[in-house]
């Protein structure tokens, strides 16, 4: 069991570029989230998939983020036409089933500039 | 909708001293209830948790009971060490709702003096 990874670990982009970051869940894992968290806050929820099927996006998740997981595996999660407010530290998460937790990667911490 | 309210911090300790920090929640099912550390340069790790009322959840040395009447779920250990140094959160998941999500704290930083 390697756990969750994700890639790239940092990024720092200029604003107005568009970013794409990857998350590898867990093998059997079906369930994969998408979280976003900003310095002195918990991880907030942006985007849930089942298998390939995206079933929940947050408000915050505007339209210049998509987040697809084409065959039920990896995931990648695109930020076009980055803003500064965009800075952040983006976490994926996977699990089994309900209630029993998550588990998280490390992150992918973006700067834009 | 569903919220967690940690108390405030951070919070300073000598090594040895006990340990509470306060979790409160606000859910309209029947949450489960966990507890997350954050250690220095490290991804979040699942430390405990606790799935139906008066449910007490325990690793580390850490526990945590599920107290429904309070709505709480507060973190307890007995005797710190230097290296419980970390950020915990609190947090909230409907088991039985779509996609079972989680509703985290802001978070609270613990460090331990030796």
């Known amino acids: 069991d390697t756990g969750v990874s994700q890639n790239p670990r940092h990024k720092i982009t200029k604003r107005g570029q568009n970013v794409t970051f990857r998350c590898d869940p867990i093998?059997?894992?079906?369930?994969l989230y998408w979280y976003r968290q900003t310095l002195g806050q918990g991880p907030e929820f942006l985007t849930y998939f089942q298998n390939e099927a995206q079933l929940e996006k947050s408000r915050l998740l505007s339209d210049r983020f998509s987040a697809e997981r084409p065959k039920g595996s990896f995931s990648t999660l695109e930020i076009q036409r980055t803003e500064q407010g965009d800075s952040a530290m983006y976490l994926c998460?996977?699990?089994?089933?309900?209630?029993?937790?998550?588990?998280f990667g490390p992150g992918t911490r973006l700067t834009v500039t | 909708g569903d919220s967690v309210t940690q108390m405030e911090g951070p919070v300073t300790l000598s090594e040895e001293a006990f340990l509470t920090i306060n979790c409160t929640y606000t859910a309209t099912g029947y949450p489960s209830l966990f507890w997350y550390v954050q250690y220095p340069g490290e991804g979040l790790q699942l430390l405990l948790k606790?799935?139906?009322?008066?449910d007490k959840g325990s690793n580390k040395g850490f526990e945590a009971t599920y107290r429904k009447e309070t709505t709480s779920f507060h973190l307890e250990k007995g005797s710190v060490q230097v290296s419980d140094s970390a950020v915990y959160f609190c947090a909230l998941g409907i088991p039985t709702g779509a996609n079972s999500k989680l509703t985290f704290g802001k978070g609270i930083t613990l460090s331990v003096r030796p």
């Open positions: 998460a996977s699990s089994l089933g309900t209630g029993q937790g998550v588990d």
């Open positions: 606790a799935t139906k009322a008066d």
């Open positions: 093998s059997e894992h079906n369930r």
